[in-house]
């Protein structure tokens, strides 16, 4: 019998390493981008917010409070969002411990810091830009600090970074303000509004868990805003049997909190 992997059309899926290899690693730390390199995986997502002073870094939640310590250094601050705080502040907090003890001392990453991290480990980013409704005018902030860093060079653009979110109106504003960079959308639209989210991204980026077949089949038949096919890389999955699932489906990605049992599976 076939597996589902070798009926398969064309190459395998990229394996890209959710938050950094965030089953191994406390996630969006750049310890979990260096675990992501150990395991030999070139690909990891990161999700990005603004501080109080206008500058970026890289957390999940839009408050401190699972993640860092900043419950107890910052008592009197609740609700904790990371909108409130200066970069110096976040700073000061530990970003590793809640993971486990050896990770103690762990911070919470700015982008630049971020990006340094990734280029020196010869790593591709799909950056996430988190909540943009809680940060007006992101986009542009994220891509002056990408520029600023050589990230917007020619060799980057075309093969290292990927800029996606949940907000439609972000993934259009960076398609706008850079139209060269590759852009996803997070999220699963109807079939029939393809069309017109394919005028502004390269990728459309859903959930594993109400993936078909049929909808990866119809991304694919359009080409996104580069000309290119149309994409898919799909998220969460953690195991071996989803992962040779959703590959069975044709998708171009699999971002996994596992990469090296997603590799081991697909690759
Ligand atoms: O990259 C896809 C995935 O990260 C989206 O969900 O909540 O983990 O940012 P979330
Ligand atoms: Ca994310």
């Not at 959308?185 to 393809?194: M, N």
């Amino acid at each position: 019998q076939t597996s589902p992997v070798s009926a398969r059309q064309g190459t395998d899926p990229l394996v890209i390493a959710h938050r950094g290899a965030s089953a191994y690693a406390p996630e969006n730390t750049l310890a979990a981008v260096d675990k992501a390199e150990e395991l030999g995986i070139d690909w990891v997502e990161n999700d990005v917010q603004r501080t109080k002073d206008g500058q970026l870094v890289v957390l999940h939640d839009t408050d401190l409070k699972r993640t860092t310590d900043a419950e107890q250094v910052f008592p009197d601050r609740a609700p904790w969002n990371v909108k409130d705080f200066t970069a110096a502040e976040i700073a000061r907090l530990d970003a590793g411990s809640w993971f486990g003890a050896e990770w103690a001392g762990a911070r919470v990453p700015t982008l630049k810091g971020y990006l340094d991290a990734v280029e020196d480990n010869r790593q591709k980013l799909l950056l996430e830009i988190k909540a943009p409704e809680l940060y007006p005018g992101i986009e542009k902030d994220i891509l002056r600090v990408l520029r600023a860093e050589g990230w917007l060079d020619r060799a980057h653009v075309r093969n290292k970074l990927v800029i996606q979110s949940f907000g439609a109106d972000s993934v259009k504003a960076v398609h706008e303000q850079r139209p060269d960079v590759t852009t996803g959308f997070l999220g699963a639209p109807a079939v029939a509004d393809l069309p017109s989210y394919a005028k502004f991204t390269d990728q459309i980026n859903p959930t594993h868990s109400t993936l078909t077949a049929e909808y990866v089949a119809a991304v694919h038949r359009l080409k996104g805003a580069h000309g290119k096919r149309l994409q898919v890389s799909t998220w969460t999955v953690n195991d071996a049997a989803g992962a040779l699932r959703v590959a069975g489906f044709g998708v171009d990605g699999i971002i996994t909190n596992n990469p090296d049992v997603v590799r081991d599976a697909v690759g």
